[in-house]
């Protein structure tokens, strides 16, 4: 999937890594940018297209899908983040909100947009996941939830497109320098760093990539040996 000449459409792409990713886009050639943001108007970025976009309304994705028919790269980005474990007052509340938004919006758009990707050649869905899909702490317990169950969105779609020759690549990254992240005191990724590797991974056909490295640590250690006790029958 080459961004040159490419046809982009991108969620939540006002701000944060959603901008990033419109910047880089054009700065590598694509033809035309489709910036998708619950508030058009907040869309400043000169040669992008700005879209009436809230994930979470299906009429609105499916108006998106109609306008915007010759999109060749879908980018899933569109998200929210609320801190709290499954224990917590208003748990459930959270868990939904931040579902409908990360599990369901990908979802949404993916099924919206998979026809217009078939007709324009296959071209690619990115979905931007987290660290959080595969870990997870109080603090973030619902918020990693909805971003590990987008991870199986993620490896699911990439079967079911595959025979309309649709790339689909889950993008996994810790902490990043925006607005979502400013009350968290730990180190952060420049988002422009990211986009740029992450896209450098598409343009390369990779099915997945880690943003950067706490995200490649995990994902090593994931296939360490995990601490289980084994009971073997008498």
């Known amino acids: ?13 006002n701000r944060g890594i959603g901008l990033a990713f419109a910047r880089e886009a054009l700065a590598r050639g ?3 940018v489709y910036a998708g943001a619950r508030n058009p108007a907040s869309v400043k970025l000169a040669g992008v297209e700005p879209i009436q976009l809230d994930v979470t309304n299906p009429a ?17 980005n569109a998200g929210i983040a ?21 599990f369901f919006g990908p979802l949404r758009l993916s099924k ?3 026809p217009v990707l078939a007709a324009n050649g296959g071209g690619a869905i990115l979905n931007v996941l987290s660290i959080a899909s595969w870990i997870n702490r109080p603090a973030l317990g619902t918020y990693g939830a909805s971003k590990s169950a987008a991870w ?29 992240t400013t009350a968290i005191d730990m180190p952060k990724s420049s988002p422009d ?34 601490g289980v006790y084994l009971v073997t029958p008498a």
């Open 152 to 180: 199986g969105l993620t490896n699911s779609l990439r079967h079911e497109l595959r025979a309309q020759k649709t790339q689909v690549t889950g993008m996994h990254v810790a902490f990043v320098d925006t607005d979502m």
């Open 112 to 114: 919206a947009f998979a």
């Open 193 to 226: 760093v990211v986009v740029r590797h992450v896209l450098d991974a598409v343009e390369a056909g990779a099915e997945e990539v880690l943003a950067d490295e706490r995200t490649r640590q995990v994902k090593q250690g994931l296939s360490a040996e995990p």
């Open 1 to 13: 999937m080459k961004l040159d000449n490419a046809i982009v459409f991108i969620t939540g792409a």
């Open 60 to 76: 609105e994705v499916d108006a998106a899908a109609a306008r915007c028919g010759d999109v060749t790269l879908l980018i899933n």
């Open 82 to 102: 609320n801190f709290g474990g499954f224990l917590a007052d208003g748990s459930e509340e959270s868990a939904r909100a931040q579902l409908e938004t990360n």
């Open 30 to 32: 694509a033809r035309k």
